[in-house]
């Protein structure tokens, strides 16, 4: 089973950055996908970016251009690069990869943007 390991969360003011890393046990190349997606307090978890097998990037309307979502695959690790942020960007980071048949989580990393 694929582990992922996320960090890089803090504390930030609003309009600052912060990148978030989320490194695997496996090769990354061969995931379909790797998503970031995001929850804050009392609230469900939502999408926030992916990255396909292919390089090609897609985002949440509240996040984009603002957040970039990269990966470098000598490292398995996929990052989220957070510009501008804003206090509804706080909530707990997730990390998540598929693959044919199969997907795995992070445990989180605590992001949190004071106004």
């Known amino acids: 089973q694929v582990q992922l390991v996320e960090s890089g969360g803090g504390l930030v003011q609003a309009g600052g950055s912060l990148r978030l890393s989320c490194v695997a046990s496996?090769?990354?190349?061969?995931?379909?996908?790797m998503h970031w997606y995001r929850q804050a307090p009392g609230k469900q978890r939502e999408w926030v970016a992916v990255?396909?097998?292919?390089?090609?990037?897609n985002y949440a309307d509240s996040v984009k251009g603002r957040f970039t979502i990269s990966r470098d695959n000598a490292k398995n690790t996929v990052y989220l690069q957070m510009n501008s942020m804003k206090p509804e960007d706080t909530g707990v980071y997730y990390c998540?990869?598929?693959?044919?048949?199969?997907?795995?989580w992070g445990q989180g990393t605590q992001v949190t943007v004071s106004s």
């Open positions: 496996g090769r990354i190349s061969s995931f379909s996908f």
């Open positions: 998540n990869a598929q693959g044919a048949g199969w997907g795995s």
């Open positions: 990255i396909y097998s292919g390089g090609r990037t």
